[in-house]
């Protein structure tokens, strides 16, 4: 089994940055593909990035240029938040993915308040 677990989230000003990390546990090896995706208030859950094991990474239109991805040896990834913006706030979950497509755990999220 894998467990994740996310961190960083908090209040900050528009223009402001954050980094969120997802500490992953258990059975990593089994672990091909990790997403970052968001839900804010009403709204349904969206990808925000993704990376696979060999640190390739796509991101959602809307955070090019201002988010970036990165993992490490251990499974463990990192979504670099920049020029956040009041749009940006919602629950922020990261996701694990087997080789076969397959979700291995989700993390229990981490709020993104982005206000003045």
């Known amino acids: 089994q894998v467990q994740l677990v996310e961190s960083g989230g908090g209040l900050v000003q528009p223009g402001g940055s954050l980094r969120l990390s997802c500490l992953a546990s258990g059975s990593t090896f089994s672990i091909t593909l990790m997403g970052w995706y968001r839900q804010a208030p009403g709204k349904q859950r969206e990808l925000v990035a993704r990376?696979?094991?060999?640190?390739?990474t796509n991101y959602a239109d809307f955070v090019k240029g201002r988010f970036t991805l990165s993992r490490d040896n251990a499974g463990n990834t990192y979504l670099q938040m920049n020029s956040l913006q009041p749009e940006d706030t919602a629950v922020y979950y990261c996701?694990?993915?087997?080789?076969?497509?397959?979700?291995?755990?989700w993390g229990q999220g981490t709020q993104v308040t982005v206000s003045s």
């Open positions: 996701n694990a993915v087997s080789r076969s497509g397959a979700s291995l755990a």
């Open positions: 990376i696979t094991s060999g640190h390739n």
